[in-house]
């Protein structure tokens, strides 16, 4: 008997083992999930900023590349390649942020240039009042 009960125990400790190993592995599945979904969220969120802070006109090629990559980790996220999704929503983000300050300086340099033929046209007016 106390075999028997030995040979019990030992299949319980397996059984018990493999079930803890199978629930910490589905755990750490689900966590790389959420993860990589966050990052999308935050990628989404970077290229809706990008396109609204006038990227769509003034930094159209890196506004692209952002969504192209987004576009990318929505698709491995649906084939439920985590870690994939989750490499390409960072660089997404990093693009579309990238995108947004290009659109912002481009956009700065514009208002400066069209404020330095301003100012050029004022002193041009300036030195014929002067004459």
């Known amino acids: 008997m106390d075999g028997k009960k030995r040979r019990i125990q030992q299949v319980f400790v397996v059984v018990t083992v493999i079930g803890l190993l199978f629930a910490v592995g589905c755990a750490a599945s689900k966590t790389t999930a959420q993860l990589s979904g966050e990052k999308i969220f935050r990628a989404d969120k970077a290229f809706l900023d990008a ?3 006038n990227a769509s006109l003034n930094a159209k090629d890196a506004l692209a590349v952002a969504e192209g990559k987004l576009a990318k980790a929505k698709d491995a996220f649906g084939k439920q390649n985590f870690d994939e999704a989750a490499t390409l929503a960072e660089q997404a983000s990093v693009d579309a942020e990238y995108a ?30 002067s004459k």
């Open 100 to 129: 947004h300050a290009k659109a912002t300086t481009q956009k700065s340099l514009n208002i400066a240039e069209e404020r330095r033929k301003n100012n050029d046209a004022l002193r041009q007016e300036i030195q014929q009042m």
């Open 51 to 53: 396109r609204d802070g």
